[in-house]
Structures are given as structure tokens and as C-alpha cells.
């Protein structure tokens, strides 16, 4: 491998540690290969989440002008009407993310506790999610219980024999 300059130009003026940054992956620094496989591993739970609830909101239109982020009244109220095939549906989101997620991140570094470190993180997005948004007692308990289970089957998967 050849040695890369360390610092390199960016187009809008600026200077990047791309280089740099390059070399410690390549070089296979494990504090570094388990910090981007856990970055990695919730942004990919994020986007799978977002993916599945957008099925979700097809499958189960939410109430006409309802805006979650600026009248969380109103949302809490479309949250209480909600059928229980679309909760389920969002608890089915919630852990085939934190499933795929701790999997990749698990995959990545090659030891089920990174997976374990993303089922963690997607869990406090859950629960700041139900304390914000009142759900009914079911969805609150499965929906603390999935997360930490999802993420070992993930992380398991992903390392066999670890």
C-alpha cells in the first residue's frame, strides 16, 4: 500500500483527514472498524425502520393534515385511534431494523457485543419515542421488551460459534 498524503484538499476550500482516515480502516484499527460498524449498524436500523413504517402509513393512512412534529396533541390522539394491525406493524419495524442493524455491526467487527451496542441505542430511541408519544400499555411493554432480544438473534447470526 502506498503512503497517502495526510492531509487532502477538499473541493469547497477546506481540508479533509480523508487519507488518513482511510489508513486506519486499512490498517484495521479495531477501535475504529467497531465505531463506524456501530454507526453503521444504527443508521442502517434507522433507515430500515423509516422503511417499513412508510409501508406501515400506506398500509394505514394516518388521519388527514396530521402533523407528528408540530401538534404532537394531535398525533398523540392519532396514536390512541390507531388499529392494532398498524402498531403491530411499527413493532415489526422496530425490531427487524434493530434485527439488521445489530447483524451488520456484529458482522463487521466479528462479535455479537457490537450488535448488543445497537439494539441499545435503537432501544433508547424507543422509549423516548413511547414516553413522548402515550401508546397503550401493550405496545409500550412489548415495544421495550423487542429491541435487546432482536439485536442478540441479529448479532448471534451474524457470529456463529462467538
Given at each position: ?10 473541493a ?88 439488521i ?13 457490537y ?48
Amino acid at each position: 500500500m502506498t503512503d497517502a498524503p495526510a492531509v487532502v484538499d477538499c473541493a469547497h476550500g477546506g481540508t479533509l483527514c480523508a487519507a488518513l482516515v482511510t489508513q486506519l480502516i486499512h490498517r484495521e484499527s479495531p477501535m475504529v472498524r467497531a465505531l463506524l460498524a456501530v454507526i453503521a449498524g444504527i443508521a442502517v436500523s434507522a433507515l430500515t425502520i423509516g422503511l417499513l413504517e412508510s409501508i406501515s402509513h400506506a398500509m394505514y393512512p394516518p388521519p388527514e393534515g396530521l402533523d407528528p412534529y408540530g401538534d404532537p396533541e394531535g398525533f398523540a390522539v392519532a396514536v390512541k385511534q390507531m388499529p392494532t394491525g398498524a402498531l403491530a406493524v411499527v413493532l415489526l419495524a422496530w425490531a427487524m431494523g434493530t434485527f439488521i442493524g445489530a447483524w451488520l455491526a456484529a458482522r463487521i467487527v466479528g462479535r455479537p457485543f457490537y450488535g448488543l451496542l445497537v439494539g441499545g441505542v435503537m432501544m433508547l430511541g424507543g422509549v423516548s419515542n413511547i414516553v413522548t408519544v402515550p401508546h397503550p400499555w401493550w405496545f409500550t411493554v412489548i415495544g421495550i421488551l423487542l429491541f435487546l432480544p432482536s439485536a442478540y438473534a441479529g448479532a448471534r447470526l451474524a457470529t456463529p460459534g462467538s
